[in-house]
């Protein structure tokens, strides 16, 4: 892009030169203002292009995630992550956190929109399990690193 810039700035420059040289000072005057302008955006360009490249070099393989949840969603998340098959019903959740109903909700719709949990159909209703995803970034909270 900058490549392009540069042989426009050039060819005004030259053509601005041929014009005063010709006596053509007002078309002179304004090649070499095109040719300033041209040479101006290809230097802008050139930095935006190794700013981008060293932005691409500095991500190259890494890809962060970072997720916050509150107390209530810790407690659902825990009562999850613990349970006896891998699996747990909706009842057992409500009794294991002793929250709300809609709170229990909220954090399960949230679990499950990204990626976290999953929602399937058991013989007593709704059954909820952790994802691979869910159980790695969650491991803390379910499986807290005790404090010696």
Known sequence: MSTKYTIIASICSVVGGAAFSLKFNYFGILCTILAVAFFLLAFISHKKELRYKEDQEQSR??????????????????????????????????????????????ALDW???????VE???????????????????KNIIHPISKA
């Not at 393989?61 to 825990?78: C, H, M, N, Q, S």
């Not at 679990?111 to 949990?117: E, G, R, S, T, Y």
């Not at 013989?123 to 790695?136: A, I, Q, S």
């Open 61 to 106: 393989g890494f890809k962060i995630e970072a997720y916050g949840t509150d107390p209530d969603t810790d407690l659902v998340i825990k009562a999850i992550g613990t349970a006896e098959n891998d699996f747990i019903y909706f009842g057992d959740i409500v009794n294991d956190t002793n929250l709300p109903l809609k709170v229990i909700n909220r």
């Open 111 to 117: 679990l499950v929109i990204q990626k976290f949990a």
């Open 120 to 138: 399937t159909k058991g013989r007593r209703g709704k059954v909820y399990e952790l994802t691979p995803k869910g159980r790695d970034v969650f």
